[in-house]
């Protein structure tokens, strides 16, 4: 049996980390106590810091949020980079961003560690069932050990490219797409509560049509609960997209190609982030076109 250490034990992390306790033995860590605790109850071996997760020449897996994160796991007090050592094998499920995969790849690279760049997309039920889409940057020996672990994690497993930082390209364009598409499903859903339709009848019929989308059918009954209760359940938190939709223009700057819907839908994430909704459900952006009653 793998080794196999989860760094992030969040809504993709938890589901993931269990998804694999069986086929490999799995440990995990994240800076939630609570977190910690759940993972226990899934058969995973909870850890008091990344490098205490990790064995000597493993596989390490980062389901962080962020670059900052997946830095502080691997180079942070404790972090898993030099506990892992010569040797060791790092997969990077979280979104990051080309440029940031590949410095991450070289500064492991002069520390012996290899890395697979793999970000993931389905959401927390799909990481459970082994129904991600996994987009890989990657080859040779590296990608042959992190293969056994991401096929137990995918149903469709797609290697776009030989180098750490082509999985994130390609990640990118997903985020583009999906970003657009939460962003319109919510402006559709606006629109039908102010030509006075019912919303839950909009979405459960047009994502029936030609305009439905997976990001309709999907997000959009939480819109619609999102007018009749305070919270809904958080699923994909909003500042995932404020970050997302980040990488997703800078990559348009970079490659001198213009975005202008992407552009468009990350105004929307951030006005969800000016008002404080960075912890609540992507979905919740609705309400910032048009508002719940004042009582619920």
């Keep these: 049996m793998t080794d196999v250490a989860v760094l992030g034990l969040g809504a993709m992390g938890l589901p993931t980390a269990a998804r694999l306790v069986g086929p490999f033995t799995v440990s995990g860590f994240d800076v939630s106590p609570e977190r910690r605790e759940l993972a226990d109850g899934s058969g995973v071996r909870s850890a008091a810091s990344p490098a205490e997760a990790v064995v000597a020449g493993g596989i390490a897996l980062l389901a962080v949020r962020d670059e900052a994160q997946v830095r502080e796991s691997l180079f942070g007090a404790d972090g898993a980079a030099a506990a892992l050592g010569d040797g060791g ?3 990077l499920t979280s979104t990051i961003g080309p440029a940031a995969a590949r410095a991450l790849a070289s500064e492991l690279a002069d520390a012996g560690i290899a890395l697979v760049d793999a970000p993931v997309s389905g959401g927390p039920a799909r990481a459970g069932a082994g129904d991600l889409l ?34 994130q390209s390609m990640k990118t364009v997903n985020q583009l797409l999906a970003g657009v598409h939460i962003a319109a499903a919510a402006e559709a859903v606006a629109l039908a509560r102010g030509l006075g339709l019912d919303p839950g009848t909009v979405v459960s019929t047009l994502s029936a049509g030609a305009a439905g989308s997976f990001m309709l059918a999907d997000r959009g009954p939480r819109m619609v609960a999102a007018y009749e209760v ?8 909003l500042d995932i997209f404020v970050k997302d939709m980040g990488i997703v223009t800078d990559a348009g ?4 190609v213009p975005l202008p819907l992407a552009a468009a839908a990350q105004q929307l994430y951030l006005l969800g982030h000016t008002a404080g909704m960075d912890a609540r459900d992507d979905s919740s952006v609705v309400t910032l076109l048009s508002p719940p009653p004042t009582e619920r």
């Design 134 to 167: 996994i987009v890989v940057g990657g080859s040779g020996e590296a990608l042959d050990r992190a293969r056994q672990v991401l096929d137990r994690l995918a149903s469709t497993l797609a290697v776009v490219g030989e180098h750490p930082g082509d999985g």
């Design 89 to 91: 094998l790092v997969v």
């Design 230 to 237: 305070e919270d809904v359940e958080v699923r994909s938190r």
């Design 253 to 256: 700057r970079t490659a001198r």
